[in-house]
């Protein structure tokens, strides 16, 4: 029988001293209590700063030349990794597998508990093979407590396989180290029901995660002063927030951006390129091609050649 690893000097792992008397709280105490503990979160994200802005610069540069970003993780972990995948699409309108949530057990660990299943190195390993992961993609790691046994062994596959890997812990360096591109550390401190890191931790790893999607679509032009002019309009919500966009940045009336965004064919960048230079779909389509999407650049460069 295998030696059961201990895992209790685990930062996450350790018992919150603020808390030893979470059970005698009234509920307004309780309240307050996790209000201050959840400031840590925030502070953990800014403290790791340099190697999010490092993971943001190197996802962006990836994805330029045609690789993916993958997220890696098991139970709340890989939950936060899917979640912030799936929210790319109706957001920047970027195909599925741009941006792709893995999480150990599959589908089915999103709903219903399968943490059993981190402990299996070689599935982490498969996820990197079934993925044809190659030089031009991005795998971040993420792992809470940093020793997921299926982060890490698909981040070691990634490895082999010549793709950039980030990792992301809730723990120091000295207590769980690896070598990766970019090792981010969100060091939310004990919890307060001692090792359930779907709390500080989880919230720490969700904001970190929003700063990365987010930046890296920012870079590759998804984003427009900060309006998300490449939102997909798949719905009456949707439509709304294009017409508003259209209407901030045009000064049009709702009728004429409505008639404009139908023109472009519901595509809110495209639009206000329209607009803004003077050129029809087909060679607002053309010019926003040889720009790599980049609308602020696209303008620019038409209006300079007016001039």
Request: negative net charge; hydrophobic residues 40%.
């Amino acid at each position: 029988m295998t030696d059961l690893q201990e895992r209790g000097h685990l930062l996450t792992e350790q018992v919150n001293p603020d808390s030893l008397n979470l059970d005698q709280l009234s509920s307004v105490e309780f309240v307050e209590l996790f209000n201050r503990e959840d400031a840590n979160a925030v502070a953990a994200v800014s403290a790791a700063k340099e190697d999010l802005a490092k993971a943001i610069d190197l996802a962006a540069q990836s994805l330029e030349k045609g690789g993916r970003l993958f997220y890696v993780g098991a139970g709340t972990s890989g939950r936060l990794g899917v979640l912030d995948a799936a929210e790319c699409p109706p957001t920047f309108c970027t195909p599925p597998e741009l941006v792709q949530g893995i999480i150990a057990g599959g589908a089915g660990a999103l709903v219903r508990s399968s943490e059993d299943l981190e402990d299996r190195a070689q599935d982490g390993e498969a996820a990197m093979a079934q993925r044809e992961i190659n030089q031009l993609d991005v795998i971040v790691g993420i792992t809470a407590g940093g020793t997921t046994p299926f982060v890490h062994g698909a981040i070691n596959a990634a490895k082999s396989r010549g793709a950039t890997t980030v990792f992301m812990a809730c723990v120091p360096s000295e207590q769980v180290s690896v070598e990766v591109d970019v090792d981010i550390r969100l060091l939310t401190g004990p919890e307060i029901l001692a090792g359930s890191t779907r709390l500080k931790a989880g919230t720490a790893t969700k904001l970190a995660l929003n700063i990365i999607s987010t930046g890296v679509m920012v870079k590759l032009g998804k984003v427009y002063g900060n309006r998300m002019v490449d939102v997909a309009v798949t719905n009456q919500k949707l439509r709304d927030r294009a017409l508003r966009i259209l209407q901030d940045l045009t000064d049009l009336s709702r009728e004429a951006a409505s008639s404009l965004l139908e023109r472009s064919g519901k595509w809110v960048k495209l639009a206000i390129l329209m607009h803004e230079a003077g050129v029809d779909k087909e060679q607002g389509d053309k010019l926003l091609s040889q720009h790599r999407g980049n609308l602020r650049e696209a303008i620019e460069a038409k209006k300079s050649a007016i001039k």
